[in-house]
């Protein structure tokens, strides 16, 4: 039997809940025990059955729809020292876990894969200090570890979708929505933030999916100027033929081609001055990350977790840690170091002003 133990780390994502189950529920299933690991890295750090606890069939029923994550997740700033995860890997072993699955943004499956590549010395050490027993140690040679990805903003390379993105753009475009109406009978215009720090996936798909007049995203910076007057002549273009309402969706993170933010109020200031329109600000904020899981998540994180269970089970030092995937509509195993090298090679190139390498390593990244 394994003793596998779950854990969700990073930002919350609607989908979370329905991935923990999954992978408690085909653990049991398969014959293992399942654990959960409570409130991220920080519970594994901190250990003790108020953090690591064994779970039950039962005690994930109703988690499939439900937002958010019933297990807590954290910021732990302890997991990354080498300490923190000396105090992680004591604390697993003495539970008893053997094999660990982290749904998580990117910074988390860093964290995991560092951890597995890690674990090996760190039980060395505990074995050396006398903290754990040489049964115990030769029990634990081996850290089996496999990523799901679960962030609203779908800002992971080697996956189509992650877990809660559907969810959080279903929720924006109803906000978006409601915002029509008002918008349409007072012929104004609306900017409106939605999450995507260094990934425009969801202001893009959202605005896409309302109809809104311009997008702005960090994938595709431009002067200030030269995105003034191309987002005055559409808005003009539309409002001529007729349209009573404009919307411009603007993602957190969008920049200028100097690399400066573009804020709702640069937006709103260019529509007020130049277009002369009643423009109103909407910052989205939380709301994009509450409310039940779509259908969509649902499935993923059920799919995703089953196939989760299957990776640790079927792991071997040898194999790379695997990161589960959605490939043209097909659940894989990805090298998870390789998801997150690409993740931050991204992020990287956009930071470094390179946005042809940031655009062609996203376009790339499925051409093996
Ligand atoms: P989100 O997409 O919501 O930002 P994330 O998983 O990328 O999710 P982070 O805050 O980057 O969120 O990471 C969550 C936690 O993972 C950190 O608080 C830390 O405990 C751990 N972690 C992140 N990066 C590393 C790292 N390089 N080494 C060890 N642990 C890390």
Known sequence: TK???VMTSGGDAPGMNANVRAIIRAAIYK???AYAVYEGYSGLVKGGPQFIREMHWNDVRGWLA????NIGTARCMEFKERWGRLAACKNMIEAGIDALVVCGGDGSLTGADLFRAEWPSLIAELHEKGEITSQQYENHRHLNICGTVGSIDNDMSSTD????????LARICE??????ATANSHQRAFVIEVMGRHCGWLALMAGIATSADYIFIPEKPSSRKDWSDHMCQIVAAHRARGKRKTIVVVAEGAIASDLTPITCQDVRD?????LKLDTRITTLGHVQRGGNAVAYDRLLATLQGVAAVDAV??????TPSPMISVVENKIVRKPLVEAVRLTKSVAEAINAKDFAKAISL???????
């Open 270 to 274: 260019v529509l007020v001055e130049r």
């Open 362 to 368: 996203r376009d790339s990244e499925f051409v093996e």
């Open 313 to 318: 089970l079927e792991g071997t030092p040898e």
């Open 3 to 5: 003793n596998i133990a």
């Open 66 to 69: 439900e937002g958010g994550t």
């Open 31 to 33: 014959g293992c025990k």
């Open 175 to 180: 906000a978006i929505d409601y915002i029509d």
């Open 161 to 168: 979708a992650t877990i809660g993105c559907y969810s959080s």
